[in-house]
Structure formats: C-alpha cells, structure tokens
C-alpha cells in the first residue's frame, strides 16, 4: 500500500509541482494587488485564507443617512464640546501628489501646497481695531481657517447658480460623494498619510427600509444639547447629527424642529465688524460661510430622500437661507476686489489680504461663466433660485406644514427684488402672494405671524389693495421696514447667546449681521 503511494506520487510529481508553482503564483499575485496604495483599495477575488478576517460588509455606493433605531433622542454627545474650531495646516509630506497630476483633483493639490506655508509667509497681526466696536476680545483674536476660505469653498452655490432646483435635488448625491472625496484628499495632505478608506456610499435594496421610529426630544432637551455642542467644528456637529438621528420618522416627532434648531441656532453664526479695515470683516464673512458647504451638499443629499416630509420642508428653509447669505458673501466677493486694488504694500503682507487676493483669483473664471459680474447678477441669479426653492417647498410640504411661511418668503423675496430692480410687478406679486395666506391652513408652526401680521393690516388701511401702484411711497417704507427689522429680536437672543457660549466677556455689540 505504502509502496503503491509512492509510486504515485512519483509517477504524478510533474503535475503536483505544476500544481503548486500555479496556485503559489496566483496567490502571490493576488496578495501583491490587494496590497497596493490605490486610495480605492481595489480587491481580486481569492481564497479566504489570504485576508485578514473582519466581520463582512455590506458593498457601499449609496447614502446611508442615521443609524439604528435603537437609540434615544435624549442621549448626549459623546465628543468634546470644547474642541476649538480651527487645525492647523500640515506640510503634505508623505502624500503622493502625482498620481492627482492631470485629474479633477489636480488643482486642489497646487493649493494645498500652495497654503502649508501659509502663516510663515505673511504676518497676522491685528491693527486699526477699533475700542468702542463692542466686540469682544476673544472674537477679534480667535484662530482663523485662512487656508480652508483658500482651499475649500466659500461660495459652493456658483457653480449650479444657473441650474434648476430640480437639478440641484437630482445631483446631490453625486454633489456630496465629490464633496467627501475632497476632504479626504486635503485630511490625506495634512496628516501626510495615505492611509484614510476610500469614500463609499450604502445602497440600499427596493423595500428593505424598515419603519422609522419618532424621535422623541423636547425643546429643553434639543437646547441643551445644541449648547453642549456649539463649540465644535461645525462639520463634526452636522456628522454626529446625521448619524444619530436623521434615521428617525420625518414626519413625525421632534426631528423636523431639531434639523431647524441645529441650523439657526448652532450652524448659522453671526458675523461682527470691529476695525476700521473691512478685510476682517470680509475674512469673518468668508470664515462662517465656509461650512454652508458642508450642510448644503449634506442636507441636499437628505433632502433628495426626504421630499415631501415635514423635515423635507425644514430642510428647504434652511437651504433658501443659505441662497441668501450665499448672495451676501458674493457682495463681500465684489468689495473685496475693491479692497484689493486699494491695498497698501503693508497690507498685502498680511495673512488676511493675501487670503483675499486668492479667494477673488479663485472664483474669477467660475463668475465669468455664470455671467455674474456685480451686484445685479447676484440678485437675479439668487432670487431667481431662492424662488425656485420656495416654490418646491410650497407644492412639496405634506399637509400644508408651514405652507404659510413659505407664501411669506417667497413673497418678501419677489417684494426686495422689486425694490432692488424698481420692478413694481414684482412687487404687485409679493402683495398677491401674501394675500393667499389668510387662506392657507395652519398646520406647524408660523415663524413669520407677526410681520404677516403687521403687512395686512397696512394693506387693509389702503383697502385691501393689490397693485404696489395703490400704495403711497410712505407705506412700501413701511413694508421695506417690517421686513427688515422681522427678526431683530431673534438676531438679539441670538447674539446674547453666541456672546455667553462662544466669545464671553463681550460688550454690547453696535451691529452685527446674520450669516
């Protein structure tokens, strides 16, 4: 017997080596590819026994937004709310810039290079600050993230200004799956490893969505929460949100009022002039615009899932809000080429101006193509899409949920535009839309009741008119003033707020200005 096997295995060795020399070969093949520094990890299919053993995963190409039902609205963060707001710029080594040569990331890359040496080139000093601006020390002094208004985007709504709203909606999963491959090059850079996974993004199978449970969180609790976390990097902020509780029921419960809460009250900060030089305030016009980008191409993803739902509306609020601080930050753009020309040697030596002088070469190719040239550009473009946006809103919202808001916006939109453009049809259209809401039904809340309030009865003083021609010029003054003064007392709880938590110690500020 024992003879016979070896025989066998004697007659059979030129096949048992073929045999072995094949199956080695292959395996070193496969263990040398999947070993590769590709950033997208490419895989071969092989045995079993040549991976390190984790538990399987489900492929990833599609948003997953809110995790497992099991948690509760209550739960606190779990990070350091006194995480400051700003890191610091790394040199890029170790990261391999040529294989981003000649491809969509290749611009990106020069910038990066470009701004790691950033602060050691231009000085950061502070001049001409004004004593008596009321603002308070430690906001005039905080860190800056002069090479993210360089290298991210601090007017991420150019480049599909000219695009319908529906466009935006079809292409914002696309828009975010391109957002996050860019932060993951630039944390590649800064960290000067290449070690971060690739960007996925989880489909999910026809009709394997479970039921969604209500989120259940008060306003005391949503409040502490909010504060706990408003320090925090504002990215972190909307990542730990979305992950925690945008899985919950959209419809009902307390998440449509806490994505609002988390946008106005967290995300949404105040800009505040203190120096006679209004580079600062440009740079801090530019610095809280530069996370719009991050809660647009986010919550446009979510709102592509959620159209039609009560945080589906919320959502759109907040998007046309951005549309509008969008269209501010694009005015600042156009006083900063002003600035600019008129800069002193001095100036252009420090941190503030030459982050200025980028950012105005960054975007001048980008305006040109979208025809937007100055001021009158900026308001037809971003009136046309904040109407757009109002507009879905309205025909979108489920059971007239703040339907009533949304015929006060789109109507206080069409009413600035006319007195921009002096288009009294505009403004014939405002009044005509305002006039709908009488009728509408209440269903959620009405943010905007007492300036409604206070319009309708100015009309009604002039016999329910609906042609702005009816109205004496003293009255459209008045219209102009409610509109603008509507949400002085938020911004005023806003900014106590902001003062206590964010710069304490502060005196009474003399303006400020929403962004």
Same mark, same amino acid.
């Given at each position: ?50 991976? /390190? ?411 329910? /008119? ?50």
């Amino acid at each position: 017997m024992r003879k016979g096997i070896l025989n066998f295995l004697f007659e059979s060795r030129f096949y048992i080596a073929l045999y072995i020399s094949v199956v080695s070969h292959i395996t070193l093949i496969i263990y040398s590819f999947n070993q590769s520094d590709s950033p997208y990890q490419k895989t071969l299919c092989g045995p079993a026994w040549i991976y /390190v053993q984790e538990e399987e995963k489900e492929l990833s190409f599609q948003m997953n937004f809110g995790k497992t039902m099991g948690e509760t609205g209550n739960a606190e963060t779990s990070g350091d709310p006194s995480e400051g707001e700003e890191g610091e710029e790394g040199d890029g080594q170790g990261f391999s810039k040529g294989k981003y040569k000649g491809g969509q990331w290749e611009e990106l890359v020069k910038d990066l290079e470009g701004t790691s040496g950033l602060r050691k080139q231009f000085k950061n000093d502070y001049d001409q600050i004004n004593e008596n601006s009321g603002v308070a020390d430690s906001y005039i002094k905080r860190n800056r993230d002069y090479e993210d208004i360089i290298v991210k985007d601090v007017l991420p709504t150019v480049k599909g200004i000219r695009d319908p709203f529906r466009v935006d909606i079809e292409n914002a999963e696309d828009n975010l799956f391109i957002h996050k491959e860019r932060n993951r090059i630039i944390e590649e850079f800064r960290k000067g490893d290449e070690s971060s996974p690739p960007i996925t993004m989880r489909i999910s199978k026809e009709g394997e969505a479970e039921p969604k449970s209500p989120l259940s969180m008060p306003k005391e609790d949503r409040t502490r929460y909010l504060d706990k976390t408003l320090k925090q990097k504002k990215e972190k902020q909307l990542d730990e949100f979305i992950s925690r509780y945008m899985g919950y029921d959209p419809d009902k419960g307390d998440l449509s009022q806490f994505v609002r809460d988390l946008y106005y009250e967290n995300l949404q900060r105040l800009a505040y002039p203190f120096s006679g030089d209004p580079s600062y305030f440009a740079i801090d016009y530019f610095q809280e615009n530069l996370n719009k980008e991050d809660f647009l191409r986010q919550m446009m993803a979510a709102l592509s899932q959620n159209l039609g739902t009560n945080t589906g509306t919320e959502i759109l609020f907040t998007i046309e809000n951005i549309y509008e601080i969008q269209g501010r930050a694009l005015e600042q753009y156009f006083q900063t080429k002003e600035y600019l020309k008129l800069a002193t040697p001095e100036q252009r030596q420090t941190l503030r101006y030459e982050t200025l002088r980028r950012v105005e070469a960054k975007y001048k190719k980008l305006l040109q193509e979208k025809k937007i040239a100055a001021g009158k550009d900026v308001e037809e473009a971003y009136s046309k899409k904040r109407i757009e946006i109002l507009e879905t809103l309205i025909s979108k919202t489920p059971k007239g949920y703040r339907i009533k808001d949304g015929y006060f916006e789109k109507g206080r939109v069409l009413w600035e535009s006319g007195s921009f453009k002096k288009d009294t049809k505009l403004q014939s259209e405002a009044i005509k839309t305002w006039n709908k809401i009488v009728s509408l039904p209440a269903n959620g809340d009405f943010l905007n009741e007492k300036a409604n309030e206070a319009i309708q009865l100015l009309l009604r003083d002039f016999g329910n /008119v609906s042609n702005v021609d009816s109205l004496p010029l003293q009255a459209r003054d008045q219209i102009d003033f409610i509109l603008r003064t509507r949400l002085s007392e938020t911004m005023m709880k806003k900014k106590e707020r902001e003062d206590r938590l964010l710069w304490p110690n502060a005196k009474p500020t003399q303006r400020n200005l929403g962004n």
